[in-house]
């Protein structure tokens, strides 16, 4: 009778010292956003994740264990993350350009043109979810580790460390990604700050002077010649002043 395999104990390391910035942040709010409740629930998602990977582990659920803290967790955390930053941006972005189309004088229904539509907005989401092309590739390696960590015995110790060590470089690069991703909303406060600049330099178009006051002031001017005799009055003009002021 084959006896079983002896598998390698999984053991979950401490992902938190690995997360940097994402846990103790940068100190900055780019693009004037306060960004702290985004980047708690980040790291707190992968930490809970690493948690609940260790209590599966104890009751030898290693399949369930490994899953946990499989690609999808991380990049459903990451995709949170970056859709929060986006709505908070849109926000920011939009109030910004109604206060300067407010100062300018635009009109209310110019002003609703100014508002981002749904195309807009993702395009302002992909931009910002750009910043995580790096993390991308670590987690499809980390997927790859956990058939062979799952089957791990004492000769494929290897196989296991290499599941940790994916785990650990997903950490740090997930750290990377985020202190990318504040340098994108730099980047979109740079991008948009140039358009409220142009919404500040709208001035009301001078068509309508030019097509009701140039006129006007053209018949006061010859009206002035004809009572001043320079000109010659035209007929009816002559007649509507006796009838006027001759009765």
Known sequence: MTSPKLLVPLRVPELGPYLGKVITGTGRDPGGLELDALRYRLATRVIEAAGESRRLAARDEREAALAVLGRAVWL????????????????????HLDAEARAAGMPRRRRRRLTLGPAQQGALAARLGSAGAELVPVLDLLEERISPALSATALE???????????????????????????????????????ADEVAGWRKPLWPVVVVIVPALGVAVWLGLVLGGYVDAPGWLASAWRFLFQR
């Open 76 to 95: 459903e955390a990451w995709e949170e993350a970056v859709t929060g930053v986006a709505e908070l941006l849109v926000d920011r972005v939009a109030r």
């Open 157 to 195: 110790r290897d196989a296991m460390a290499e599941w940790q060590e994916a785990l650990t470089t997903s950490a740090r690069r997930l750290e990377a990604a985020w202190l990318e991703l504040e340098l994108a909303i730099e980047e979109e406060e740079q991008r948009w700050r140039s358009v």
